[in-house]
């Protein structure tokens, strides 16, 4: 049943990529939590949306920007080591609080309660108008490319951030989206390398199936995507996206998930 639930997810969520802001490891990564440890999770999501974005390269890849690569996406990569690290050295084993409700025992931690932070933070940013409307300086794209790559190693979590950033580069559709899916394809392989010292066995011996039936579904969605329409945005499928990442997140805080 879970390897329903996350094909079905991962097809969905790359299709809506390219109608609304969020991208494929926000949707996924909490699908994965249902089923897997949070580590497990963030690294097999990376592999899936390290897969699809290079189908999207082959795609729309041929219209990114190169000053843009250069001034936003290579600290971006940078950055994308520093924060794999730190996810790899948070403790996961090591508890930041439980309770006991109706007989049992819910515990929350470390690892968990850090990305529930991040996943409320970045379903805010979409849900609250005000925060969807944040740009930022052209000069600052050094600066958002760092944080960016650094959210996007720890968590998978970068879509958000690196809009803000680059809506002022005054790219057409094309060339923005070309080179938002390059930018995130090279932190894919950035984190992917740190995560691999860990997750190598644990993919190759348990998720290999899991991660390409979501990698394919992923791809096919990618495609259809493609196909209907350029870049359209979708207001609601935002709000009751981010409306779910909240709940979800709440939930994660609470040793529900």
């Known amino acids: 049943m879970e390897i329903v639930i996350i094909c079905l997810t991962a097809f969905l969520a790359s299709l809506l990529?390219?109608?609304?802001?969020f991208g494929l490891g926000t949707l996924l990564t909490p699908v994965?939590?249902?089923f897997f440890p949070v580590d497990v999770a963030i690294a097999w999501t990376a592999i899936v949306h390290f897969v699809n974005n290079i189908f999207k390269v082959i795609l729309v890849g041929v219209h990114a920007d190169g000053e843009v690569m250069l001034k936003f996406g290579i600290p971006a990569i940078l950055f994308a080591f520093g924060g794999a690290w730190v996810m790899l050295m948070i403790p996961d084993q090591y508890n930041i609080y439980s309770y006991t409700w109706d007989g049992h025992i819910y515990e929350v931690s470390v690892l968990k309660f850090?990305?529930?932070?991040?996943?409320?933070?970045f379903a805010l940013i979409e849900f609250v108008p005000r925060f969807r409307k944040i740009s930022f300086s052209e000069k600052l794209m050094p600066l958002g490319g760092a944080l960016s790559g650094f959210f996007g190693g720890l968590s998978g979590n970068q879509g958000a951030l690196r809009t803000a950033?680059?809506?002022?580069?005054?790219?057409?559709?094309?060339a923005f989206i070309g080179t938002t899916v390059l930018i995130s394809t090279l932190v894919d392989l950035s984190r992917l390398g740190v995560y691999s010292s860990r997750f190598a066995d644990i993919?190759?011996?348990e998720g290999i199936g899991i991660v390409w039936y979501a990698s394919g579904?992923?791809?096919a969605g990618a495609l259809l995507g493609s196909r209907l329409l350029k870049k359209v945005t979708m207001p609601l499928i935002q709000t009751l996206v981010a409306v779910a990442l909240i709940l979800l997140s709440v939930a994660m805080m609470a040793g529900l998930v």
Do not use: H
């Open 165 to 174: 950033f680059l809506i002022k580069s005054d790219l057409s559709k094309e």
């Open 203 to 205: 993919v190759v011996s």
């Open 32 to 34: 994965f939590m249902l």
């Open 217 to 219: 579904a992923a791809a």
């Open 17 to 21: 990529t390219f109608f609304s802001g």
């Open 114 to 121: 850090i990305i529930a932070l991040l996943l409320l933070g």
